[in-house]
């Protein structure tokens, strides 16, 4: 079951999501063509589950290029 689709702006483009590492309430997901830094120099997008009023919401925390 679905329960939460990370998407970000450029994603499709920069192959978001190519490669994925989950610890615990940490996600970081690869995007290597990203051009946050220059032209497809590639990022890492990281999304901690933060507990808010008894609902668990993924924030993102960047993308580190």
Do not use: E, M
Request: aromatic share 10%; hydrophobic share 30%.
């Amino acid at each position: 079951t679905q329960v939460k689709k990370f998407q970000v702006t450029n994603g499709q483009n920069a192959n978001f999501g190519s490669s994925v590492a989950i610890s615990g309430d940490t996600i970081l997901s690869g995007a290597p063509y990203d051009d946050v830094k220059s032209g497809n120099a590639g990022a890492c997008y990281v999304f901690n589950k933060t507990p808010l009023c008894s609902h668990n919401v993924w924030r993102p925390f960047g993308p580190i290029p």
